[in-house]
Nanobody
């Protein structure tokens, strides 16, 4: 499984950013793709995950109402739309994938990981 994340950058608080994950190499349909983040000195956090087959989603409490995850099955991409960004959203964001549901993937971890993309929220 190959995962390629893109879309990170510097953004001011209150603004938006969209991350995209291009996925390939899957051999089954019942897998989840998600976004994780790790800020300096903090543990990695499951931000949002989506089951590719049924579209079921999971969001961490810290991003509910601000972030939206979506998938395009034809393009094999999973996007994370991040609105009303805050300084505490600053982190390296990773795209990851694994067999199973969105909740299990985000909470218990994924099998395959892509390289991270840095998101910096600062004025």
């Amino acid at each position: 499984v190959q995962l390629q994340a893109s879309g990170g950058g510097l953004v001011q608080p209150g603004n938006s950013l969209r991350l995209s994950c291009a996925a390939s190499g899957f051999t089954r349909d019942d897998y989840a793709v998600g976004w994780f983040r790790q800020a300096p000195g903090k543990e990695r956090e499951g931000v949002s995950c989506i089951n590719i087959s049924d579209g079921d989603t999971y969001y961490a409490d810290s991003v509910k109402g601000r972030f939206t995850i979506s998938r395009d099955k034809a393009k094999n991409t999973v996007d994370l739309q991040m609105n009303n960004l805050k300084a505490e959203d600053t982190a390296v964001y990773y795209c990851a994938a694994g067999v199973g549901g969105s909740y299990d993937g985000c909470v218990y971890g994924m099998d395959d990981w892509g390289k991270g993309t840095l998101v910096t929220v600062s004025s």
